[in-house]
């Protein structure tokens, strides 16, 4: 059996005899990698590049085909329904879809989702394609993204050992951030001086770069879940009922999920309030603008400070300050009308809080950190899968809620009680989370043995 990487004498040694230093594998106990540890992995630059074209290329889709759908229809609901259709598949098949991640070899899924991806937008790119079709592709992009982002989380966990894997996470956070804003900007860009047809080939490129840049960097490992399993391949659907029954039995990957998704629940709401609360505390709809972006701009600032400044043991033990600072700013946010009034004064002090409440949503690196050291490597991608889908679900009700709360109150109400419900809920998860065990705990391999049905005796 062919082994990677070639088998070695254990000690290498120069052309004149002398032998090598043995290689750094991680970074010095106690202190945080670097940049340059995180980028000096071979394979991550590919997974880091692929993740950076994907998310410009999501990003980028979405608007060429919002305003291709504007521009034939002159519909605003149209347009909306074409937007929204892009995140359906997380949510409606999501843990499915990301239980390919465990099936196949997980180089193997990123590669045939990005293949995918690129030849569907760029049928999509054909003149005159009838908008009934065009929903329909965009669907079928869209359920590429389940098991490409499943396989690459699971593949960061297989190639960033150590702290370097919450540096990678802190970087590719920043990332996401980053990403977002050049898949808008550059998709504004190309339709004001070209069509929506050229965008789209344009972000056809983008997943084929991505497709072979992973191909030729990023070197193929057996499945995972076919490793593990003795009684040979079984269904998708028993696959990802195991992956379910897993996180249902094994309490610390549960608690570190709970805790994600009640932070994000309550701290992601006024999102979808932003309009009204901004023309409560400004007086302008123009202000929704500056409030959807401050919580971002705080997420990216405390992501890279948080990844690469504080040392591990430091991380761990600011989960809860950082959970109570998200969701407290978000409380305190909803009360400055009331103190305050509004104007410029009240709309400064809004967007500061704002802002230390991303800062706060940096608490998701070191809760990530504790789910991938939590969750075997034959389940990471159904976890990983199960997680996204429930925070794409409890983001969605989220916004809903606040949405249905404003018809009855007003805005600043709204999110101060988005963020007081949200200290109060959190509390049972986070109490939770440090009562569970640490990895490697009995706990671990009776939850192992619960999703694949067998008995620990």
């Keep these: 059996m062919r082994r990677w990487p070639p088998a070695r004498s254990p000690v290498a040694r120069r052309r004149d005899g002398a032998p090598l230093s043995r290689p750094r594998t991680g970074p010095a106990a106690g202190r945080p990698a670097t940049f340059g540890q995180v980028f000096g992995v071979r394979e991550f630059r590919p997974l880091f590049g692929s993740y950076l074209l994907s998310t410009v290329g999501d990003e980028l889709a979405r608007v060429a085909l919002t305003v291709l759908v504007y521009q034939r229809t002159d519909s605003a609901l149209l347009s909306a329904l074409t937007f929204a259709v892009s995140y359906l598949p997380w949510l409606l098949g999501g843990p499915v879809l990301a239980a390919l991640a465990d099936r196949f070899p997980r180089q193997r899924v990123m590669v045939t989702s990005d293949a995918a991806r690129a030849g569907l937008v760029a049928l999509m790119a054909a003149p005159g394609m009838p908008l009934p079709v065009l929903l329909v592709l965009l669907f079928a992009v869209s359920l590429c993204s389940p098991p490409f982002e499943a396989a690459r989380s699971a593949l960061m966990a297989?190639?960033?050992r150590?702290?370097?894997?919450?540096?990678?996470?802190?970087?590719?956070g920043v990332t996401a951030q980053l990403a977002q804003l050049i898949g808008y900007l550059l998709g504004g860009a190309l339709l004001l001086s070209f069509s929506a047809s050229t965008a789209l080939l344009l972000d056809a490129s983008a997943y084929a770069v991505s497709a072979v840049w992973v191909r030729l960097g990023v070197r193929r490992r057996p499945a995972p879940a076919a490793a593990a399993d003795d009684d040979g391949p079984r269904s998708i659907w028993r696959e990802t009922a195991s992956g379910l029954r897993f996180l249902a039995a094994a309490p610390r990957p549960l608690a570190t999920v709970a805790v994600i998704w009640v932070t994000a629940l309550f701290v992601n709401a006024p999102e979808g309030i932003a309009t009204p609360f901004g023309v409560q505390v400004q007086g302008t709809a123009a202000a929704a603008g500056l409030l959807l972006a401050a919580?971002?701009?705080?997420?990216?600032l405390g992501g890279l400070v948080l990844g690469r400044w504080c040392p591990p043991h430091v991380r761990t033990r600011l989960i809860t300050p950082?959970?109570?600072?998200?969701?407290g700013s978000v409380a305190l946010a909803g009360l400055v009308p009331l103190w305050l009034g509004s104007g410029t004064p009240a709309f400064t002090v809004v967007l500061v809080l704002l802002f230390l409440a991303g800062i706060g949503m940096a608490c998701s690196i070191p809760l990530n950190v504790a789910f991938v050291q939590a969750v075997p490597d034959a389940y990471r991608g159904r976890a990983f899968g199960v997680a996204a889908a429930g925070l794409a679900g409890v983001q969605g009700i989220g916004v809903l809620a606040a949405g249905l709360g404003a018809e009855l109150v007003r805005p600043s109400t709204v999110v101060a009680l988005c963020g007081g419900i949200g200290l109060a809920a959190v509390a049972v998860p986070l109490a939770a989370l440090r009562r569970t065990p640490a990895e490697g705990?009995?706990?671990h391999v009776a939850a192992v043995a619960a999703a694949e049905g067998r008995s620990t005796s």
């Design 322 to 327: 950082l959970v109570a600072l998200a969701l």
């Design 162 to 172: 150590g702290d370097r894997y919450a540096v990678g996470l802190s970087v590719c």
């Design 158 to 160: 297989d190639v960033l």
């Design 295 to 300: 919580n971002p701009a705080g997420t990216a």
């Design 441 to 443: 705990d009995p706990a």
